[in-house]
């Protein structure tokens, strides 16, 4: 048995029931973990023979890893583990790890055909990341892989996990993965979700704003753009810089039908949930509560607060993380409810990772409606891309990606239709404001637009900027305009990666 493990310390008040007799003859768990000086989300690492590793422990305490946000944290240690198995597995404890071992392991990780589940560059480097600070850390010489290194970087690091869905086929997996419609468009009589309108307006926001699952899942109820533009179609409003992964604020743009969405959740699911965790006493009993006092006006407002104890607290709220939000309470019409925006069914807080799991389930719901039983009796690892090309697949970063190419696509698109620019006039019109690129750029909050065109959009940037325009005109002005959705239903057959249910569903349903 060579197989390590990863366990994590839980937040507070996530514990659930432990035994009285204690854990592996150890008293008062979370103290004793607090003693030790292990913080909330660490990974303690567990040898195959069920011990934990003191000095991968000591790593965990280090400046080094100490210092790492807490979803890198999460990374890194899920990134050691399978390398700490396969080198257990050569008989070589990973403190006399050699660049030969570490050769061998890349090979197996990113070139091997037996290896069924292989990663891209992308992937393999952020992994050379976590082992070269690993290995730092522990003195090992010579080092096994350093990520400085050109040799021990990957050259095809660009990501493999962009995903597209055009605006029809986000409507179908809506429809049928959150709101439990059939394959024809009908509503089932027996589906029942407590959560669908949570759901929908969560992915919503998320297709018309280009927010991070992070940043979206973070808002608190009074961050909800409530602020019109001039031409009252979308609200404007502040992420704060303690949830974004450049540690920047900045403004976000949301369409007044998706806040719209949002602020019928809040008046229904959400205010239910409330009402039955009051009634049921869940926020007496979480251990940390902050109720605020007041929330200043002006460029850096600053939420004010009180705790049980009475003790008061005040920080800015850019500089507020997600956990610290989680804990902050207002003083509602029948006693402290939560400041978080997004509420589970027991009216706690939903963790942003969390989301996961609900565009797991919709996609699985999505491919038992959409999938033959022959199809579906495959395992998914398994399935030819024909396969899984019938069935549209989702995530919340595929919601951002989407937001991407819809507004490259609809910018460029209003800006030759409004003002009826030469190819000549575009670049100067460019070189003077930016281009669409660079307003894409701006509302995803990227400090480069490279980043932009190499990481989200970069299987259309081969196109040239005429076919993407097919939808403001014709070559000969005899023929109707392209409208959008046929512009979208022609890059999905031209581009790799664009899901449309014209492709998706072709010969299937009649939508």
């Not at 998320?206 to 979206?216: P, V």
């Not at 509602?332 to 009216?347: N, S, V």
Request: overall charge positive; some cysteine; proline content about 6%.
């Amino acid at each position: 048995m060579t197989e390590w493990h990863v366990v994590w310390v839980p937040d507070p008040g996530r514990w659930g029931a432990l035994p009285a007799e204690g854990v592996l003859g150890v008293q008062e768990l979370p103290a004793a973990v607090a003693r030790i000086g292990l913080r909330p989300g660490d990974p303690v690492f567990v040898a195959p023979d069920g011990t934990v590793d003191p000095d991968l422990l000591e790593f965990v305490l280090s400046s080094d890893f100490r210092r790492l946000e807490r979803e890198t944290k999460r990374n890194y240690a899920m990134d050691i583990r399978p390398l700490l198995t396969f080198l257990t597995s050569r008989g070589v404890p990973w403190r006399s790890a050699s660049r030969s071992d570490l050769a061998d392991y890349r090979d197996w990780r990113c070139r091997a055909v037996e290896n069924p589940q292989r990663v891209g560059g992308t992937k393999w480097n952020r992994e050379a990341a976590a082992f070269t600070k690993l290995f730092r850390w522990a003195k090992v010489k010579p080092l096994p892989v350093d990520a400085g290194r050109r040799e021990d970087r990957a050259a095809d690091s660009v990501s493999s996990n962009v995903l597209w869905l055009t605006p029809r086929t986000w409507g179908v997996w809506l429809d049928i993965g959150l709101r439990g419609f059939t394959a024809t468009g009908a509503p089932t009589p027996a589906w029942e979700s407590r959560t669908e309108l949570r759901n929908t307006s969560f992915v919503q926001l998320l297709l018309g704003s280009g927010l991070r699952r992070q940043e979206g899942g973070s808002l608190l109820t009074f961050e909800l753009p409530t602020q019109r533009l001039r031409h009252g179609r979308y609200c404007h409003g502040q992420i704060a810089a303690a949830v974004t992964r450049a540690k920047v604020g900045r403004v976000f743009y949301a369409p007044v039908d998706a806040v719209g969405q949002v602020e019928a959740y809040v008046a229904s699911e959400r205010a239910w949930a409330v009402q039955r965790a009051q009634q049921q006493g869940r926020y007496e009993r979480l251990p940390v509560l902050r109720l605020i006092t007041r929330v200043t006006q002006g460029r850096r407002p600053v939420v004010e607060w009180v705790d049980r104890r009475g003790a008061a607290g005040r920080q800015e709220l850019g500089r507020l993380g997600w956990r610290e939000r989680q804990w902050l309470f207002v003083d509602g019409p029948e006693g402290p409810e939560p400041a978080w925006l997004w509420l589970t069914e027991q009216g706690l807080p939903m963790a942003p990772d969390r989301w996961n799991g609900v565009f797991t389930e919709a996609n699985r719901r999505c491919e038992r409606v959409l999938l033959t039983a022959q199809e579906r009796t495959v395992g998914r690892q398994l399935r030819l891309a024909e396969v899984r090309g019938r069935s549209p697949y989702a995530s919340p970063l595929a919601a951002r990606h989407s937001f991407a190419l819809y507004m490259l696509v609809l910018l460029n698109a209003l800006l030759e239709a409004r003002f009826g620019l030469t190819k000549t006039d575009r670049r100067d019109f460019a070189m003077l404001f930016g281009d669409p690129w660079w307003l894409v750029k701006t509302l995803l909050g990227h400090a480069d637009v490279e980043t932009t065109k190499r990481h989200y959009l970069a299987p259309v940037a081969h196109l040239e900027l005429e076919s993407v325009l097919a939808a403001a005109r014709t070559d000969t002005g005899d023929d109707p305009a392209e409208d959008l959705d046929s512009v979208f239903a022609r890059l999905a057959r031209e581009t790799q990666g664009i899901q449309d249910i014209d492709v998706l569903l072709a010969g299937r349903v009649g939508r």
